[in-house]
């Protein structure tokens, strides 16, 4: 028997709660890829569960034959959304029943439970497109000012966005190789030069994975667009700005985002975060298309604290940002409606970043807190002190920098939850022929 008892203990700090119930795909040595959920400081393999007996639904046990063996969760996610709900909902009543088979049936009790910390996570989902959006107020003011771009009129219109690199987006852990692009080497310069970046950034982000297609040629509007969601994971965009500020002129970012963009590695579903709903977000109260528009009964407007962290030289981690999803000024409902707008359809397996979230920054603080700003450009343009890493300034990132962006949330039942750390070390550039 495995050491899972009743009741699963769940430390105060853990974000992986019996309401969180999020998706991912982990091995362990020797065994392929595979889905699981985690709670407390499990694994729980969702295949066992299944051979096990536990989904015995008559409308639903069949459809989850062999769909939690694959190495991605697509499959899973294209299923009808009351499969994935009552998935959900029965590992939680497992959870919360001392008799059920997750406590007393030996070949669950041996088979379904592995310890976190022996599992490797992987990329949750094979991805289809990547779109990043810009939903923040504060982000396009301030790093906008940075970048010489004042806020666009297109910004209050619809939730704006660029097409992202899918082969570049890697799962929580990937090392950040310094990018390299073309940029000036001094502003004298009448040519630029490719160059390994020095202003290295991370962007604070939550991405969104589609669940069922929208057809080519379908408008989905806000108010339909929950159907296509199958949950949410954080997101680092991270972003070389010396690059970005040259090729960002008249076209989207190039190079300057397309080297990595980072995941973390479980899906949290929209029901894990319904005790987290606040009110729809600004833009509901604004003159949009009313495609664009949200049911303020059925919205994306959660309340989600999300950090960033920043450990320098093998220092202890110091928390430099703290933001709050409620301050976007677009939801992720909304982005579903403006990407469907021109007809392109969308796919399971899409992956929709939010944009870089910021919240303001308090004028006068205790300079060691964190600040509201989601990426250093922000702090850079308007001047706002970052909390001191090893006793250092920080501006940009360093080779041996690790950031952690974490984001927490209130589950159903009230408690606390999260999406897991998601994070990256900073490593040289590659020099030819290595
Ligand atoms: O021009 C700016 O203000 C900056 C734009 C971006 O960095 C693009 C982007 O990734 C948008 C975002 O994350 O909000
Ligand atoms: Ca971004
Ligand atoms: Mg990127």
Request: net charge negative.
């Amino acid at each position: 028997m495995s050491a899972f008892t009743f009741p699963v203990e769940v430390a105060e700090d853990c974000p992986f709660g019996i309401h969180n119930i999020p998706f991912g795909i982990y091995s362990i040595p020797g065994q392929a890829r595979r889905a699981a959920t985690v709670v407390g400081k499990w694994i729980i393999d969702l295949n066992t569960l299944v051979q096990n007996d536990v989904f015995t639904h008559a409308d639903h046990a069949d459809s989850l034959e062999g769909v939690f063996l694959q190495p991605v969760l697509n499959d899973f996610a294209s299923l009808p959304l009351a499969v994935r709900q009552y998935v959900r909902l029965t590992i939680i009543e497992n959870l919360n029943n001392a008799e059920s088979p997750f406590y007393t049936n030996v070949k669950v009790q041996s088979q379904a439970f592995v310890p976190l910390e022996q599992a490797e996570m992987h990329m949750p989902m094979r991805l289809t497109d990547y779109t990043d959006f810009y939903s923040s107020i504060v982000h396009a003011d301030t790093a906008g000012k940075g970048m010489n771009f004042p806020i666009p009129p297109a910004f209050w219109e619809y939730p704006m966005a660029y097409n992202g690199r899918v082969s570049s987006v890697r799962v929580s852990g990937t090392e950040v190789i310094r990018p390299k692009g073309f940029f000036l080497v001094t502003p004298s310069d009448s040519h630029v030069q490719l160059q390994p970046s020095r202003e290295l950034d991370f962007e604070m982000e939550m991405g969104c994975f589609i669940s069922h297609p929208v057809q080519a040629g379908e408008i989905v509007s806000a108010k339909e667009a929950q159907k296509h969601v199958f949950g949410y994971v954080l997101l680092n965009d991270w972003s070389a700005r010396d690059i970005q500020k040259y090729e960002m002129n008249p076209f989207g970012p190039f190079h300057s985002k397309s080297f990595l963009t980072s995941i973390s590695p479980w899906v949290v579903t929209p029901e894990a975060l319904e005790g987290s709903l606040v009110q729809p977000v600004a833009s509901n109260a604004s003159v949009i298309s009313s495609h664009l528009q949200n049911d303020p009964n059925n919205h994306a407007g959660y309340d989600i604290e999300f950090s960033v962290s920043l450990s320098r030289k093998g220092s202890d981690p110091v928390q430099i940002v703290r933001s709050y999803l409620k301050d976007s000024y677009w939801d992720s409902l909304q982005m579903i409606a403006y990407q469907s707008s021109s007809g392109c359809g969308l796919h399971t397996g899409d992956l929709l970043g939010s944009g870089t979230n910021s919240s303001a920054t308090p004028v006068s603080r205790d300079p060691s807190s964190p600040v509201g700003c989601g990426c250093l450009l922000e702090a850079v343009a308007a001047n706002i002190g970052l909390p001191k890493v090893a006793n250092e300034s920080v501006r940009w990132l360093e080779d041996g920098d690790l950031v952690t962006m974490e984001g927490w949330f209130t589950t159903p039942d009230g408690k606390k939850g999260g999406f897991g750390p998601l994070t990256g070390l900073v490593v040289p550039e590659k020099l030819s022929g290595e």
